[in-house]
């Protein structure tokens, strides 16, 4: 098995939970792929008391039949087949008493969403196991997991009933940054060039499950042929099981999530209610949440804005991969992407993209600009033509306490950015259009991130600041 690339955090929050000898219920959620069972695995080397794999798609019968075949194995002795959930943790209760000893017991229960199919009452009898006796065990561990965030957020980390303010710590599982993807590639043997990392991130994300599929010997282009494009590819279902995997009902979820996905600045809420034609209510209210508690959308105020102007925008790489490229073109041509190379589309994609990857690694680039310890402000800022001015829109304003406002540019390029006179002036132009818009009082200092840094010319010393991908990959 793999060793665990990166979970720094995430080691550090369990090494304290593992040791501080209390009843401990924790929640490990995150999205599809990124890893959960893995971390968990890998944390406690098969250190497990007892461990019950939900299955998916099966009936209540057959979930109880799988959960006594699983305690036999794991305990040596008899258990019948429980006749419901309350029984089931009767039987684990008694199992995990016979244990005897200080030392921790650990009980995982993965997929745990799986085991609550309709009429099953589950999630009762999970709320009595807990508060009738596994709160009171100051050597349990009790760990759940499971990729359908709808229902994790509903029934454990949102509970009204039985398990309202239970749960002792909650671990949402991000995807890699870029320094833990090199890593990975690394440590699997695939030599990709700094900016090939860079790209194959905006393709798939820093999800673990994506970039195991790679093949080491083969470019990033052949790779994403065989992944995505190849006939039966290896993710050639990968976009319906994930959402249907998320979440209950998903045909609303990918509504939505396509509708943001064709407006790269986002859509607001009242635009949202127009293109999908939903009910403004709360299960909209709920699918947001839910697409945004996954990382697969941000919602973000823009600069001098309220909370009700806020904007949705799409953020999953791989959704928007999809919605680009595979969702027309899978099964069409083993090389596309191979062809796809330096086009228009892949070009108007890679700019999106890397925007996105950008705003996902902000404390890298806090980090190269020295402002950590600065509070700051992270927005966008865009404004409408006007009998004054063209429109404008700026992707990343930071708006520091120092009275500064970094405007951040960002160009994904092939090699150093040059800056044109044509150029200087349309930036010199958005940033005038921006002071009298905001009618900011603070400094404006240019930030440039890009793939190579900028090529020093007559024109180039607009630039106050530059980010490269060296910075956007460190840790």
């Known amino acids: 098995m ?16 593992e040791d501080s000898g209390k009843p401990e219920f924790i929640v490990v959620y995150g999205r599809r792929r990124v890893g959960k069972t893995f971390l968990i695995n890998q944390y406690f080397k098969n250190r497990f008391t007892f461990k019950l794999t939900g299955l998916a798609k099966k009936d209540r019968l057959e979930q109880l039949a799988n959960f006594a075949e699983t305690l036999n194995d794991q305990s040596g002795d008899v258990y019948p087949v429980p006749k419901n959930w309350m029984e089931a943790f009767r039987y684990l209760r008694h199992f995990l008493e016979q244990k005897k000893g200080r030392q921790r017991k650990v009980v995982f229960i993965d997929e745990m969403p799986f085991l609550d199919t309709p009429c099953s009452n589950f999630v009762t009898a999970l709320e009595h196991f807990w508060n009738d006796w596994g709160c009171t065990r100051n050597d349990l561990l009790f760990i759940v997991c499971g990729s359908a965030t709808s229902w994790i957020t509903k029934k454990l980390i949102k509970n009204h009933g039985g398990l309202h303010n239970r749960l002792t710590h909650k671990i949402y599982l991000k995807a890699f940054t870029l320094n833990e993807v090199q890593q990975y590639l690394k440590s699997n043997g695939i030599n990709f060039g700094q900016r090939e990392i860079l790209e ?21 282009a052949q790779n994403v042929d065989e992944m995505f494009f190849q006939r039966k590819s290896k993710l050639y ?7 249907a995997s998320l979440f209950d009902n998903s045909d ?10 064709l407006k790269n ?16 209510g709360g299960r ?24 009700r102007q806020s904007i949705y925008q799409l953020t999953d790489f791989y959704t928007f991969f999809y919605f680009k490229f595979v969702k027309k073109h899978k099964s069409s041509d083993m090389a596309f992407w191979s062809t796809q190379l330096n086009t228009p589309n892949h070009n108007a994609w890679s700019g999106y993209a890397f925007e996105q990857l950008c705003l996902y690694h902000y404390a890298q680039i806090e980090k190269k600009l020295g402002i950590q310890s600065i509070m700051t402000e ?42 044109t006179r044509k150029t200087r002036d349309e930036l010199l132009k958005k940033i005038a259009i921006f002071t009298a818009d905001t009618k900011t009082r603070y400094a404006i200092h240019l930030v440039m991130i890009t793939t190579y840094g900028i090529a020093a010319n007559e024109y180039s010393d607009i630039v106050q600041n530059q980010v490269t991908m060296e910075d956007l990959l460190l840790p």
């Open 2 to 17: 793999c060793d665990l690339i990166g979970r720094e955090d995430e080691k550090r929050q369990l090494k304290i939970i």
């Open 200 to 220: 194959c991130y905006m393709i798939m994300g820093g999800i673990p499950y994506y970039l195991s599929q790679l093949e080491k010997g083969k470019s990033l």
């Open 237 to 243: 279902d990968e976009f319906d099981n994930l959402y």
């Open 252 to 261: 609303d979820y990918v509504k939505v999530v396509e509708a943001i996905g």
């Open 265 to 280: 600045r986002g859509l607001s809420r009242d635009e949202i209610i127009t293109e999908t034609g939903l009910a403004n």
């Open 284 to 307: 909209l209210t709920r699918i947001l949440d839910d697409l945004d508690n996954c990382d697969i959308i941000r919602r973000y105020y823009a600069f001098g804005k309220t909370e």
């Open 378 to 419: 992270a927005s966008a800022w865009s404004c409408k033509a006007n009998d004054e001015h063209e429109g404008a829109q700026i992707d990343l304003v930071i708006r520091r306490a120092d009275r500064i406002i970094n405007i951040c540019e960002m160009k994904f390029w092939n090699a150093q950015f040059t800056i």
